[in-house]
């Protein structure tokens, strides 16, 4: 079935569509020169004014053991009290803690949202677009260039090239899952089909403009409703220890991902227990866990479970293959997964 929108709709979104290609070029990711690029994501930071020494120490052992090219934090980067409503200085030095260890190594890195970022600026009059302001202020980060004109805040489409520089081989779409539903009985809310059209025809650009489909991977915070479809009847790999938690209404994202056949892999954070991966309809669908220690899980100092229950999920591109990109889990005490250990086993179990 094709995917259509109306024409209107689809008129603003061809012009911004232009606009972002150029932006996403600058400044230039590429492969280094062995052919490879790497990215880290990390999620449900849960930052505050008050430095969380032990989840930043997960962070720069993350950085520092696998020396990522790229970081994506994947949204609740911040999570503030809304007794009394944060001020923008407070907001400001939350960022400043999930800014610093990629700013201190000067790697690029960029952000999404996700439903607890901006939970309590209701009374503050602080929105997401004045946090954004705050991120785009960091040497390091790219995130600027982000669709304005569509639902959300930080919509983004950044190109990878090769060694070269010349030629994009991969994609990486930045989605803003927005937070919550008007009526609070409805849970949380999708992504919005302005969004999903905004990336059905910027895809489509990206393929007429270097004439072919750019492999990629897409971030955004709140899992779809394919996850909970996808694990009732396929294995996975990793572990899944709670209930996935999307909104409850069905985008149809996925289904514009599966259309256009660029986007490989789609990853979450908001379930801090699951850091599994899996395949649907030959897509993967994923999860890293957590890497802050503000939020759930509370694991004792002394457990054993303690060094892997927060960490953060690698991808590795080689721009000679680059839709067949590397994918694994390296937890707190620095031990890997599966994924990492044993790739027959892994594409046997995801099949």
């Given at each position: 079935?094709?995917?259509?929108?109306p024409?209107?709709?689809?008129?603003?979104v061809?012009?911004?569509?232009?606009?972002?290609?150029?932006?996403?070029?600058?400044?230039?990711?590429?492969?280094?020169?062995?052919?490879?690029?790497?990215?880290?994501?990390?999620?449900?930071?849960?930052?505050?004014?008050?430095?969380?020494?032990?989840?930043?120490?997960?962070?720069?052992?993350?950085?520092?053991?696998?020396?990522?090219?790229?970081?994506?934090?994947?949204?609740?980067?911040?999570?503030?009290?809304?007794?009394?409503?944060p001020?923008?200085?407070?907001?400001?030095?939350?960022?400043?803690?999930?800014?610093?260890?990629?700013?201190d190594?000067?790697?690029?890195?960029?952000?999404?949202?996700g439903?607890?970022?901006?939970?309590?600026?209701?009374?503050?009059?602080?929105?997401?677009?004045?946090?954004?302001?705050?991120?785009?202020?960091?040497?390091?980060?790219?995130?600027?260039?982000?669709?304005?004109?569509?639902?959300?805040?930080g919509?983004?489409?950044?190109?990878?090239?090769?060694s070269?520089?010349?030629?994009?081989?991969?994609?990486?779409?930045?989605?803003?899952?927005n937070?919550?539903?008007?009526?609070?009985?409805?849970?949380?809310?999708?992504?919005?089909?302005?969004?999903?059209?905004?990336y059905?025809?910027?895809?489509?650009?990206?393929?007429?403009?270097?004439?072919?489909?750019?492999?990629?991977l897409?971030?955004?915070?709140?899992?779809?409703?394919?996850?909970?479809?996808?694990?009732?009847?396929k294995?996975?790999?990793?572990?899944?220890?709670e209930?996935?938690?999307?909104?409850?209404?069905?985008s149809?994202?996925?289904?514009?991902?599966?259309?256009?056949?660029?986007?490989?892999?789609?990853?979450?954070?908001?379930?801090?227990?699951?850091?599994?991966?899996?395949?649907?309809?030959?897509?993967?669908?994923?999860?890293?866990?957590?890497a802050?220690?503000?939020?759930?899980?509370?694991?004792?100092?002394?457990?054993v479970?303690?060094?892997?229950?927060?960490?953060?999920?690698?991808f590795?591109?080689?721009?000679s293959?680059?839709?067949?990109?590397?994918?694994?889990m390296?937890?707190?005490?620095?031990?890997?997964?599966?994924?990492?250990?044993?790739?027959?086993?892994?594409?046997?179990?995801?099949?």
């Amino acid at each position: 079935m094709m995917f259509k929108f109306p024409h209107t709709l689809l008129v603003t979104v061809i012009a911004w569509a232009s606009i972002l290609v150029a932006q996403a070029a600058s400044p230039q990711l590429k492969c280094g020169k062995d052919g490879t690029f790497k990215i880290l994501q990390i999620s449900d930071t849960h930052f505050n004014p008050v430095r969380d020494d032990r989840g930043m120490a997960v962070i720069e052992m993350l950085l520092n053991t696998e020396k990522p090219d790229m970081v994506v934090v994947n949204g609740d980067c911040i999570y503030l009290s809304d007794t009394p409503p944060p001020t923008l200085e407070q907001v400001k030095q939350a960022i400043s803690n999930v800014a610093c260890a990629m700013e201190d190594r000067h790697i690029p890195w960029a952000i999404t949202f996700g439903n607890h970022d901006a939970e309590a600026f209701g009374k503050s009059g602080i929105t997401k677009t004045d946090m954004m302001k705050v991120y785009q202020s960091y040497p390091s980060n790219i995130n600027s260039g982000w669709n304005p004109s569509i639902h959300g805040v930080g919509n983004k489409n950044i190109l990878i090239c090769d060694s070269t520089g010349k030629n994009p081989v991969f994609a990486i779409w930045l989605i803003d899952s927005n937070d919550y539903r008007p009526d609070p009985k409805e849970g949380y809310d999708c992504i919005h089909t302005d969004q999903v059209a905004w990336y059905y025809q910027t895809s489509k650009e990206l393929e007429a403009k270097y004439g072919q489909k750019i492999p990629g991977l897409m971030f955004l915070h709140i899992p779809l409703l394919e996850f909970k479809e996808m694990v009732a009847s396929k294995g996975i790999l990793g572990e899944r220890r709670e209930p996935e938690s999307p909104s409850k209404i069905n985008s149809g994202m996925f289904a514009a991902v599966l259309e256009r056949g660029d986007v490989k892999g789609i990853f979450c954070g908001h379930d801090h227990d699951n850091n599994y991966l899996g395949k649907w309809h030959g897509i993967h669908l994923g999860f890293d866990g957590l890497a802050g220690y503000g939020t759930y899980p509370d694991v004792q100092k002394d457990d054993v479970a303690n060094g892997r229950t927060r960490g953060g999920r690698l991808f590795l591109i080689a721009e000679s293959d680059p839709a067949n990109y590397k994918t694994w889990m390296r937890f707190g005490d620095g031990s890997t997964n599966w994924e990492s250990l044993s790739e027959p086993y892994a594409r046997k179990l995801l099949k």
